[in-house]
């Protein structure tokens, strides 16, 4: 069998994950190819740091050159996380003529149109399934098997890492936060730096992408508003749990007359529900096609293996070369794909979860009721807790039927200069 001379830049969790694939399942990786996937480098940057993984005498090198040096080495799978030198070393690669694997959703989120330009004026492709949702294969869903279709909307679970931590909070009662953000840590889950987990931007990045290809979309992950799990108070976990809810992280997409309505943001999603049920480092995406109807996703969207499986089938579709056709023919962030652009976020409608600290004294629920109704509010339940001993502060859960976000935030505005309210109201979605 003829043999494609594979390069690995990057061997944490997931590169020694590849690296395992390719040593120890050279069988199945051939099959699939049609020819031998050949690991001949694994570029890191500490040669005396333990790897997870057996590597054959002479593969480890601290030195990218010895990848880019060598014209037999003609796909390179980069999997060295943030935006320098990641991006520097995959210019390199391309100008070098490899075709390149990458699980780097930020760098594709920030860098995407500059790296896509530079691989199709060189003739070369950039395969990037492990980006987006771990083990889930969404990328090539997306962009292939859902082609023939008008995808109208994307709802995703997006971080393993932070589902991950939701799921302890709502087992847990709270729990403790940075414990499980130090689990998820361990647990090869989270990013080098878990703030881009925690804070919303790793969903949003991975939002931009997966909006590109389905709406062609071209959004700066930053324009969309984002909100992430830092910001959750876990007694709103334990209220959405009471009212048979749990909380997830939700990256949205939405194909309105108005553009296309994205958010990431924690909601209180129906539990038994499919993305109601979504726990631990799973990830799940609830897509929805014209001609296909509703289909959903679900597996591990984090972690070494179901990282690892992702990026070994771009290899082996790099190596057979499918990749390319596809590359070519999509030419994704290009100026010839015009997609939709990004809707007025205050238009964006749906029921919302609000929780109030207010005094426990006559007449406060019905100032709160009259501030919703003056916007035109439809409430739909409202849940009082007793004060605790010695308090007069309650906390207020008002549960609203749809209504749009500018009217929620009239409504909470008023409310906030209430004397009787103690501090700013909490709101997030509820998707039923
Ligand atoms: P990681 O465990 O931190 O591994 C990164 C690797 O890159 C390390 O082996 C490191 O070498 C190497 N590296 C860093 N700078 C380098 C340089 N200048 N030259 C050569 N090697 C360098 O990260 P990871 O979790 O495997 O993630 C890799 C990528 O996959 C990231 O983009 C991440 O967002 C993405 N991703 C991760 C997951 C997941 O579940 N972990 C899932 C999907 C996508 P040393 O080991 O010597 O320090
Ligand atoms: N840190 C990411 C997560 C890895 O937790 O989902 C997968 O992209």
């Known amino acids: 069998?003829?043999?494609?001379?594979?390069?690995?830049?990057?061997?944490?969790?997931?590169?020694?994950?590849?690296?395992?694939?390719?040593?120890?399942?050279?069988?199945?990786?051939?099959?699939?190819?049609?020819?031998?996937?050949?690991?001949?480098?694994?570029?890191?940057?500490?040669?005396?740091?333990?790897?997870?993984?057996?590597?054959?005498?002479?593969?480890?090198?601290?030195?990218?050159?010895?990848?880019?040096?060598?014209?037999?080495?003609?796909?390179?799978?980069?999997?060295?996380?943030?935006?320098?030198?990641?991006?520097?070393?995959?210019?390199?690669?391309?100008?070098?003529?490899?075709?390149i694997v990458t699980?780097?959703?930020?760098?594709?989120?920030?860098?995407?149109?500059?790296?896509?330009?530079?691989?199709?004026?060189?003739?070369?492709?950039i395969a990037f399934e492990a980006a987006v949702a771990g083990g889930i294969p969404i990328i090539t869903n997306i962009s292939q098997?859902?082609?023939?279709?008008?995808?109208?909307?994307?709802?995703?679970?997006?971080?393993?890492?932070?589902?991950?931590?939701?799921?302890?909070?709502?087992?847990?009662?709270?729990?403790?936060?940075?414990?499980?953000v130090?689990?998820?840590?361990?647990?090869?889950?989270?990013?080098?730096?878990?703030?881009?987990?925690?804070?919303?931007?790793?969903?949003?990045?991975?939002?931009?992408?997966?909006?590109?290809?389905?709406?062609?979309?071209?959004?700066?992950?930053?324009?969309?508003p984002r909100v992430?799990?830092?910001?959750?108070?876990?007694?709103?976990?334990?209220?959405?749990?009471?009212?048979?809810?749990?909380?997830?992280?939700?990256?949205?997409?939405d194909l309105k007359d108005r553009g296309l309505d994205c958010e990431v943001t924690p909601a209180l999603v129906k539990a038994g529900s499919p993305l109601g049920e979504v726990n631990g480092p799973f990830n799940a995406v609830l897509v929805k096609g014209d001609a296909v109807g509703p289909l959903f996703f679900h597996g591990q969207g984090a972690g070494q293996m179901p990282t690892a499986s992702?990026?070994?089938?771009?290899?082996?579709?790099?190596?057979?070369?499918?990749?390319?056709?596809t590359f070519r023919t999509l030419e994704l962030w290009s100026d010839a794909v015009k997609g939709v652009d990004q809707a007025d976020f205050a238009d964006s409608t749906g029921r919302r979860y609000v929780r109030l600290m207010v005094d426990d004294h006559p007449g406060v629920l019905a100032g709160v009721t009259k501030a919703f109704g003056d916007e035109g509010i439809s409430i739909a339940s409202v849940l009082q807790k007793e004060p605790l001993a010695g308090e007069d502060v309650v906390p207020l859960v008002v549960m609203t039927h749809a209504a749009s976000e500018a009217a929620i935030d009239k409504a909470c505005a008023t409310i906030a200069a209430m004397k009787s309210c103690r501090s700013e109201p909490v709101k997030m979605w509820v998707r039923d």
């Not at 939002?207 to 290809?213: D, F, G, N, Q, S």
């Not at 992702?310 to 056709?325: F, Y």
């Open 145 to 180: 098997c859902l082609s023939a279709n008008q995808i109208t909307s994307l709802h995703g679970i997006l971080n393993g890492t932070s589902n991950y931590i939701l799921c302890k909070m709502h087992e847990e009662g709270g729990g403790d936060y940075a414990a499980a």
């Open 228 to 253: 992430g799990i830092d910001k959750v108070d876990p007694v709103d976990i334990q209220y959405a749990k009471q009212m048979g809810y749990h909380v997830r992280l939700l990256a949205i997409a």
């Open 310 to 325: 992702a990026v070994a089938a771009d290899l082996i579709d790099s190596a057979a070369g499918r990749t390319a056709i």
């Open 103 to 125: 699980a780097n959703k930020a760098l594709l989120a920030e860098h995407g149109p500059e790296l896509f330009d530079r691989a199709r004026e060189l003739g070369r492709s």
């Open 182 to 224: 130090a689990d998820a840590q361990r647990l090869g889950y989270a990013e080098a730096d878990p703030t881009m987990d925690v804070d919303g931007s790793d969903a949003a990045q991975k939002l931009a992408i997966l909006a590109h290809l389905a709406f062609g979309a071209r959004l700066n992950w930053r324009d969309i």
């Open 1 to 99: 069998m003829e043999k494609t001379k594979v390069a690995i830049i990057g061997l944490g969790t997931v590169g020694s994950g590849v690296a395992r694939i390719l040593l120890d399942h050279g069988d199945r990786t051939g099959r699939h190819a049609g020819r031998t996937l050949w690991l001949e480098k694994a570029v890191v940057r500490d040669l005396a740091k333990a790897r997870d993984c057996d590597l054959p005498a002479g593969v480890l090198t601290d030195n990218v050159d010895d990848v880019i040096n060598d014209p037999e080495i003609t796909l390179v799978a980069q999997l060295v996380g943030g935006l320098e030198p990641a991006r520097t070393i995959m210019l390199r690669l391309l100008e070098a003529g490899k075709d």
